[in-house]
């Protein structure tokens, strides 16, 4: 081999890359075991854009082929809430996580509040059944034409329309530490859909039975005020504003409810 042909092939590697530390599991019942990847860069990258060149090329960082991580995700604008893991120790979307805003190694792991289905892919069904438990939507009297609906005041229709933002993503609730296995805390974006439905001129219909489900067990009196949900919300939703509001509508219908008696 010539000294030049020698030299270009001693010469370290300048190609710019990106570390990755992804806490994996095998399946529900599996322990939880770190590996660690390397994967090209490329200028505008997301974690998402990472994890698919780690599946079009299997290997870890020692050069061992291994299962392909998996993860879950959708329509990459932030809009599905699918792609929730917890990246450098936050709760956030995985699409817009932008490698270049990121400290390296990336730290993925799955958003542990909820049962680990496999690597960072989660099982979020007890958001939707916390929704199912506030009725967090508007009844219809069938499917026919039923005309305009009634008309919202503008004022309302703002901070409502906030509200609807929420994509049942599920960082308010990795994010708060009174969901855990010891509570039912229902969590913050369930509230806060209790209090748009309830603003609602014929979501009203069902207001009654979201308070009282509300005081019932998981309720709002086990929220603990922690506030980290409004921090990581990815929607900016106010939802200690909901809380709040949701605590003061609790308070008068528990006070209507004794007067009744
Ligand atoms: S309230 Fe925000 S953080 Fe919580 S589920 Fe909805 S969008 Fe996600």
């Given at each position: 081999?010539?000294?030049?042909?020698?030299?270009?092939?001693?010469?370290?590697?300048?190609?710019?890359?990106v570390?990755l530390?992804?806490?994996?599991?095998?399946?529900?019942?599996?322990?939880?075991?770190?590996?660690?990847?390397?994967v090209d860069y490329v200028p505008g990258m997301n974690v998402i854009a990472c994890l698919q060149a780690i599946q079009?090329?299997?290997?870890?960082?020692?050069?061992?082929?291994?299962?392909?991580?998996?993860w879950?995700s959708n329509c990459l604008e932030e809009v599905c809430?699918a792609c929730m893991m917890?990246i450098n120790?936050?709760?956030r979307q995985a699409c817009s996580a932008l490698v270049d805003q990121l400290?390296q190694?990336i730290?993925l792991?799955?958003?542990?509040?909820?049962?680990?289905?496999?690597?960072l892919?989660?099982?979020?069904?007890?958001?939707?059944?916390?929704?199912?438990?506030?009725?967090?939507?508007?009844?219809?009297?069938?499917?026919?034409?039923?005309?305009?609906?009634?008309?919202?005041?503008?004022?309302?229709?703002?901070?409502?329309?906030?509200?609807?933002?929420?994509?049942?993503?599920?960082?308010?609730?990795?994010?708060?530490?009174?969901?855990?296995?010891?509570?039912?805390?229902?969590?913050?974006?369930?509230?806060?859909?209790?209090?748009?439905?309830?603003?609602?001129?014929?979501?009203?219909?069902?207001?009654?039975?979201?308070?009282?489900?509300?005081?019932?067990?998981?309720?709002?009196?086990?929220?603990?005020?922690?506030?980290?949900?409004?921090?990581?919300?990815p929607?900016?939703?106010?939802?200690?504003?909901?809380?709040?509001?949701?605590?003061?509508?609790?308070?008068?219908?528990?006070?209507?409810?004794?007067?009744?008696?």
């Amino acid at each position: 081999m010539s000294e030049a042909a020698t030299a270009t092939a001693q010469a370290p590697s300048t190609k710019k890359t990106v570390e990755l530390v992804i806490e994996r599991q095998d399946g529900p019942d599996g322990a939880p075991y770190k590996e660690e990847f390397v994967v090209d860069y490329v200028p505008g990258m997301n974690v998402i854009a990472c994890l698919q060149a780690i599946q079009r090329n299997p290997v870890n960082k020692a050069g061992k082929p291994v299962a392909p991580v998996t993860w879950e995700s959708n329509c990459l604008e932030e809009v599905c809430g699918a792609c929730m893991m917890v990246i450098n120790g936050r709760p956030r979307q995985a699409c817009s996580a932008l490698v270049d805003q990121l400290e390296q190694p990336i730290h993925l792991k799955p958003a542990r509040t909820f049962p680990v289905v496999r690597d960072l892919v989660v099982d979020r069904s007890r958001m939707f059944e916390a929704l199912k438990k506030v009725k967090a939507w508007i009844p219809i009297d069938g499917t026919y034409d039923l005309g305009p609906g009634p008309r919202m005041p503008e004022v309302d229709r703002q901070w409502a329309y906030e509200l609807s933002r929420c994509f049942t993503c599920g960082a308010c609730v990795e994010a708060c530490p009174n969901v855990n296995d010891k509570t039912e805390f229902m969590g913050a974006f369930a509230i806060s859909q209790a209090r748009l439905f309830n603003a609602h001129p014929t979501g009203a219909m069902h207001r009654a039975e979201r308070l009282e489900a509300l005081m019932g067990p998981g309720g709002i009196q086990e929220c603990g005020n922690a506030q980290n949900c409004v921090q990581v919300c990815p929607k900016g939703i106010p939802l200690t504003t909901s809380i709040a509001a949701m605590n003061r509508q609790v308070t008068y219908h528990a006070i209507g409810a004794w007067l009744k008696k």
